[in-house]
């Protein structure tokens, strides 16, 4: 299936978009370490600050006929060094399984090296989650380390994978 990236609008952050930031299936144990909730005051909230400071960027995930599928975030970025996270999430829950975070993923690369002219991308991710270790790396990324016992999940250590991604221009061995 072919996907693309668009510029999140205000629109897009609807009842559909911030319900893919419920965990109400679980599906969002492993989104994020810090255990943040997230409502469309909260959504919308980020969404301005990073369009009004330029140091990070939404994007929606879609079907070439525009069904959205989730989104992809660009940032922070740290301008100095150039260097960003970067985060995907399936949300629409019928497209889990098919492949599309790897290539919502490598789109990302593209986006962040080419528009924003990031060097490195990096994301942390809990050793448990074997399917976003796989998307990342299958969409080039490399491991660079493990946390040991990093992340605290019901009162269990759980190690942080450190994944990392560079951009060609800057890197061209890598």
């Known amino acids: 299936m072919d996907i693309r990236l ?15 930031y419920t965990n ?3 599906h969002l144990d492993y989104f994020t370490g810090s255990g943040r909730t997230f409502d469309r ?14 140091r990070w960027f939404y994007y929606v ?16 970025i740290d301008t100095r060094n150039r260097t960003a ?6 949300g629409n829950r019928k497209f889990l399984g098919q492949g599309l975070a790897t290539k919502a993923i490598a789109l990302g690369n593209e986006l962040a090296f080419e528009q924003h002219d990031i060097r490195r991308l990096q994301s942390g ?5 074997i399917p976003a270790i796989k998307a990342y790396t299958r969409a080039g990324w490399v491991v660079e380390a493990t946390f040991k016992g990093y992340y605290l ?6 190690d942080r994978v450190c994944v990392a991604c560079f ?3 800057y890197f061209p061995d890598a």
């Open 41 to 54: 005051a909260t959504l919308v909230q980020d969404f301005e600050l990073g369009r009004e400071t330029g």
């Open 167 to 169: 951009n060609p221009k």
């Open 24 to 26: 109400d299936d679980g």
């Open 85 to 90: 996270d970067l985060v995907a999430l399936i």
């Open 6 to 20: 668009r510029p999140v609008t205000l629109a897009d952050i609807d009842e559909e978009y911030v319900g893919w």
């Open 125 to 129: 991710i809990f050793a448990t989650n």
């Open 153 to 158: 999940r019901d009162g269990e250590p759980v």
């Open 61 to 76: 995930i879609e079907t070439a006929d525009g069904e959205r599928i989730g989104t992809l975030k660009i940032g922070p």
